[in-house]
């Protein structure tokens, strides 16, 4: 079945040091969501990334969607401790009603 | 107001139990989804409603059941669970199921944390 591959499975940065997490798929996607899950909580919306080459900003955020619709990225730029949680690509396919395909998912800590 | 509401927040059940998770947005959303999650694990799709329909059943067993009685309310029936049900199970909506190709944004609830002894 179609899958979202999600690399690292956990990442442990400094504060203040950078911190990517990355998703691939073999096929193309139609559009790819991101989200934040922090520990005891449940997944919050990040963004929708829906345009080949697609890059978006939220303050230290940033989100890029591949040139071919098959990988995107989630780059934090100088973390902080409130960054800590487990971040989700979630991918969907060119069919209709289709729903969400999630990557195993990034754990992020950060220690000061 | 984009707030999904579950209840209860955590349930213990035996095997022999019958309980029911409840779930609730007021967004006007027509399309409601059952996730579950195991620890330091993605969610897993369960089931979708779309306009209070059952539009996908990821071949979840017979003893999850589903009801969605309107747009704003969505039921997850338990029966004869196992001890490997013990999960958090996640509620989510979002406007539509998908436009265009493109799957709509979902909010999530907080989820209901099930233990089966």
């Known amino acids: 079945g179609q899958q979202v591959m999600q690399i690292p499975q956990y990442q442990h940065v400094q504060e203040g040091e950078d911190f990517t997490t990355y998703c691939n798929s073999s096929t193309t996607l139609s559009n790819i969501q991101w989200y934040k899950q922090r520990p005891g909580g449940h997944p919050v919306f990040l963004i929708q990334l829906v345009k080949s080459g697609e890059v978006k900003k939220q303050k230290r955020l940033t989100f890029q969607f591949g040139e071919a619709k098959k990988n995107s990225s989630l780059h934090i730029t100088a973390t902080q401790t409130t960054d800590v949680g487990t971040y989700f690509c979630?991918?969907?396919?060119?069919?209709?009603?289709?729903?969400?395909?999630f990557g195993k998912g990034t754990t992020l800590s950060v220690s000061s | 107001d984009t707030e999904v509401t579950q209840t209860p927040k955590h349930l213990v059940m035996g095997m022999t139990n019958k309980k029911s998770l409840k779930c609730e947005q007021h967004?006007?959303?027509?399309?409601m989804y059952w996730y579950k999650q195991k620890a330091k694990k993605p969610p897993e799709l369960m089931f979708v409603y779309s306009y209070e329909k059952l539009s996908i059943n990821e071949s979840v067993p017979s003893r999850f059941s589903p009801e969605c009685p309107n747009s704003s309310l969505l039921n997850l029936h338990l029966h004869a669970l196992q001890p490997e049900d013990s999960a958090l199970y996640l509620c989510?909506?979002?406007?539509?199921?998908?436009?265009?190709?493109?799957?709509?944004?979902?909010?999530f609830g907080p989820g209901t944390r099930l233990t089966v002894l």
């Open positions: 989510a909506s979002s406007q539509v199921l998908s436009f265009g190709g493109r799957t709509d944004t979902q909010y």
């Open positions: 967004m006007g959303h027509r399309a």
């Open positions: 979630a991918g969907t396919y060119n069919q209709a009603g289709t729903a969400l395909i």
